[in-house]
């Protein structure tokens, strides 16, 4: 079975290194749906076509509700002035782009799987490894 995720030693996600981040910014973008309240009370949705080397601090800023640029963080690919984007707008996202408003939540649980399978892996591993060093110990008499 071949794994979406990267994990360590200690079962733990890899960090991807900057060179695979960037190299996947040629080819590839995060489309995320931000919305908030603009600095004059108005309330904004935007689509955004976010780099995967700019996602994480995008992420972590979103998440702290912190005031920030949305342009430098990628692409605008919608938007408007409503507190959630009209359901055309929806409708035409998922067909052009496949966004998926589920998207995080499946795959958090694909990861939940994947590190669970992980480490069943390893942990098997590590006593078949036992059991070889004991097999490979002479009795002593």
């Known amino acids: 079975m071949s794994s979406k995720f990267n994990f360590d030693a200690s079962g733990k996600l890899k960090d991807s290194t900057a060179e695979e ?4 910014d040629l080819t590839s973008a995060i489309i995320s749906l931000s919305t908030g309240i603009q600095s004059d009370g108005t ?18 800023m979103s ?3 912190q005031t920030f640029n949305l342009e430098n963080y990628g692409v605008i690919l ?12 929806m409708e035409y ?16 649980e694909e990861f939940k799987k994947e590190s669970a399978t992980y480490a069943v892996q390893q942990e098997d591993a590590r006593i078949m490894d036992i059991v070889a060093m004991l097999k490979a110990q002479k009795p002593t008499s």
Do not use: Q
């Not at 309330?43 to 972590?60: D, G, N, T």
């Not at 996202?93 to 958090?108: I, Q, R, S, T």
């Open 78 to 89: 919608a938007g408007g002035p409503e507190a959630s984007p009209p359901e055309l707008v």
């Open 43 to 60: 309330p904004y949705y935007v689509y955004l076509a976010v780099p995967p080397s700019k996602y994480a601090e995008f992420y972590r």
């Open 21 to 24: 981040l960037a190299n996947a």
């Open 93 to 108: 996202m998922k067909e052009e782009y496949g966004f998926d408003e589920n998207f995080e939540k499946a795959l958090e």
């Open 63 to 65: 998440k702290e509700r």
